[in-house]
């Protein structure tokens, strides 16, 4: 990894200095390590709408850059939501979802986060799903006061995978085994150096089936949905935004300044109110669409933020909320 990253480094210096028209300037310190800041996008009148980006796989794991370790989205999302308890002028919560899910655990700690943020504060939430926000995407949006879906939003994928990577074949074909003393007959179950035997199968279905039957009572408590509809999201399939509105799912299909709206009006204050963000650094021409905290402007590049790219292959063993199709988003 060292000399890949060495690599990265020389060339991403060389393509600056090889710019030539103006000075580079190279930021190595990251700007997550500055405190968020309030940001005003819109409005003017009391009252303010937080809108807080979820974006990319759901997890608890710090995010990989070329210098240093950047938060997890789950560490990210916690500050701002804690940020918009803090603040009595903030009514509302607009959380924008463009995640295929994650980690059974980190998914259900965000929608836990939610729920207890709307029990201690009284204060509004309304989900936005973007490009795609399914599986555990759609598990955090179950936590929300109303659910607006994009036009062309993909949700749904209600239920779990386990994955379970394997190296015996590549083993067998380079002559490697493994030697392994276990405590007990299940101890190096799940093992990625043999295969699984079919009482495995079985304890590990049950598993995945008891987690899946989590999501889909959640789904039922918050959506109410009838007995045909739930034996259909049972089977993980994905939705357009309108099918998902057919099956009540969702509350709504919509552009993001409805869901702004929506949020102002369930809130009880003023189309003119504030629309803000949390960010660590001021954006020029800032919209609501941006999904990043921190910036370093002009020609100025932060190596830190060239995070190294998701995907199936990045995702160690367990359990997901997860629409795999999109995991590399």
């Known amino acids: ?15 600056l ?8 300037r190279i930021t190595l310190v990251s700007g997550d390590s500055v405190p968020l800041r309030e940001y005003t996008l819109e409005g003017t009148e009391k009252g303010k709408v937080v809108v807080i980006p979820v974006r990319g796989k ?6 990989l850059g070329l210098l240093q370790e950047k938060p997890s989205m789950l560490q990210e999302f916690v500050a701002q939501l804690r940020k918009a308890e803090a603040d009595d002028q903030v009514r509302a919560v607009l959380l924008k979802i463009d995640s295929p899910g994650g980690s059974v655990t ?6 836990h986060e939610i729920a207890e ?21 759609y598990y955090m949006a ?17 239920g779990v995978v386990f994955l379970q990577p394997k190296v015996t074949g590549l083993m067998e074909k380079i002559g490697v085994g493994v030697d392994v003393s276990k405590s007990g007959k299940n101890k190096d179950m799940g093992s990625p150096f043999r295969s699984t035997t079919p009482d495995e199968k079985v304890m590990f279905q049950e598993l995945t089936d008891r987690l899946a039957n989590r999501f889909l009572n959640l789904v039922q408590q918050h959506r109410k949905l009838d007995k045909n509809a739930m034996a259909e999201v049972a089977t993980a399939r994905v939705y357009l935004a309108d ?6 799912l969702i509350d709504q299909v919509g552009y993001l300044n409805e869901a702004v709206a929506k949020a102002k009006e369930i809130a009880g204050i003023s189309p003119e109110s504030k629309v803000v963000v949390y960010r660590r650094s001021e954006y020029p021409n800032d919209t609501v669409y941006n999904t990043r905290t921190s910036w370093q402007g002009g020609r100025a590049v932060s190596l830190v933020e060239l995070d190294l790219p998701a995907s199936l292959s990045d995702l160690q063993a367990g359990f997901y909320y997860l629409w795999p199709a999109a995991a590399g988003r």
Request: aromatic share 4%.
């Open 106 to 111: 980190a998914s259900d700690l965000i929608y």
């Open 243 to 248: 099918e998902a509105l057919e099956r009540r």
């Open 142 to 158: 179950l936590a929300a006061d109303h659910i607006i879906a994009h036009p062309t939003t993909i949700t749904g994928s209600v």
């Open 17 to 24: 200095f090889i710019g030539g028209c103006a000075t580079p």
């Open 117 to 137: 943020f709307k029990n201690r504060t009284d204060k509004k939430v309304v989900a936005a799903l973007m490009n795609v926000a399914a599986s555990g995407g």
């Open 58 to 63: 759901i997890d608890d794991d710090p995010k």
């Open 1 to 15: 990894m060292k000399p890949i990253r060495s690599r990265i480094l020389l060339t991403v210096l060389l393509l």
